[in-house]
């Protein structure tokens, strides 16, 4: 048998036993605003983005990520037509206003619009003639009880389609929704033409999320990791086409020749677009840098 006082060498103390008394302050939390820069033109309203590593950040990583208010950097470690998908799953799945929307022309039969609605996870599309005018919408209510899969979609589709045009703002849009109880509401031009779709759920997305990193377009935002390969202009160009909001020249060190002419090249092909190169390198500078803070406080 132990005794206590071989038990117990000396006091102890938990969580309870301590406070930490906090200094003076005149902040209030709702003050407090943590919004940074991703880079020089994509704010994010937290300072996290997830990594550009093998797994890490994919499409569904990139949305919670963006619908947070931080950026997702899609990983490059994928074949260049995976990438490029990733991106236009996380750039459609939440919009202000859908740009160029899925459509399906009037020739086309039920079994078309089906495959469509499940490659890209929809409940309804416009149906357009050859010059791209609004002609009828089919939703997943026109084809719920739909048997004949080799049927026109003309004859299933809702004709006299309830429209809005160019410019209509997100609270006359809700109205318009509302109003006549649908939930995708074309936009159009003066000669009919479809330029964009309003969905009542983006539209409820945007009420719960305020705080989402979106572009101008209101569609959450995504980053693209590109290696230094053979084929990095070939990515480069299909992650640019699918929507990326930045090119991230995943490297561990931005001073070699190559990484430098690969900057200058994709800067004079895309002057718009954002670019953030050897991120690793950076991350181990700031870590250097913290280390060097940390020492000289303690010597001090």
Do not use: C, Q, T
């Given at each position: 048998m132990f005794s206590s006082s071989e038990k117990f060498v000396g006091e102890g103390l938990t969580y309870d036993d301590v406070l930490l008394v906090p200094?003076?302050?005149?902040?209030?939390?709702?003050?407090?605003?943590?919004?940074?820069?991703?880079?020089?033109?994509?704010?994010?309203?937290?300072p996290i983005v997830s990594a550009a590593m093998d797994t890490v950040t994919e499409a569904k990583l990139a949305i919670a990520m963006a619908q947070e208010g931080g950026i997702g950097v899609l990983h490059k470690n994928m074949s260049i037509e995976r990438q490029a998908a990733e991106i236009v799953k996380v750039k459609r799945a939440e919009n202000g206003m859908i740009v160029n929307p899925i459509t399906i022309e009037k020739g086309?039969?039920?079994k078309d619009a089906l495959a469509l609605m499940k490659e890209y996870s929809i409940g309804g599309i416009p149906v357009i003639d050859s010059n791209n005018k609004l002609i009828g919408i089919v939703t997943n209510r026109d084809l719920?009880?739909?048997?004949?899969?080799?049927?026109?979609i003309v004859e299933i589709m809702t004709k006299n389609v309830i429209s809005t045009p160019e410019f209509t703002d997100f609270e006359q849009a809700a109205d318009i929704l509302q109003e006549h109880r649908i939930e995708k509401l074309p936009v159009v031009t003066n000669d009919g033409t479809l330029v964009g779709l309003i969905t009542y759920r983006d539209i409820i997305k945007l009420k719960e999320r305020p705080n989402a990193c979106k572009d101008?377009?209101?569609?959450?935002?995504?980053?693209?990791?590109?290696g230094i390969t053979p084929n990095m202009y070939e990515r480069?160009?299909?992650?640019?086409?699918?929507?990326?909001?930045?090119i991230v020249v995943d490297t561990a060190h931005g001073h070699s020749k190559n990484v430098i002419d690969v900057v200058k090249n994709v800067r004079d092909k895309y002057p718009n677009i954002d670019i953030v190169c050897g991120i690793l390198q950076l991350v181990k500078q700031l870590l250097h840098l913290l280390m060097l803070v940390w020492m000289l406080l303690r010597l001090g």
């Open positions: 200094a003076y302050s005149e902040i209030i939390p709702r003050d407090v605003r943590i919004n940074s820069y991703f880079s020089r033109n994509i704010p994010i309203n937290i086309h039969l039920v719920r009880f739909e048997r004949d899969v080799n049927r026109p101008k377009m209101g569609r959450l935002r995504v980053a693209a990791g590109i480069i160009d299909a992650v640019v086409r699918a929507g990326a909001d930045a």
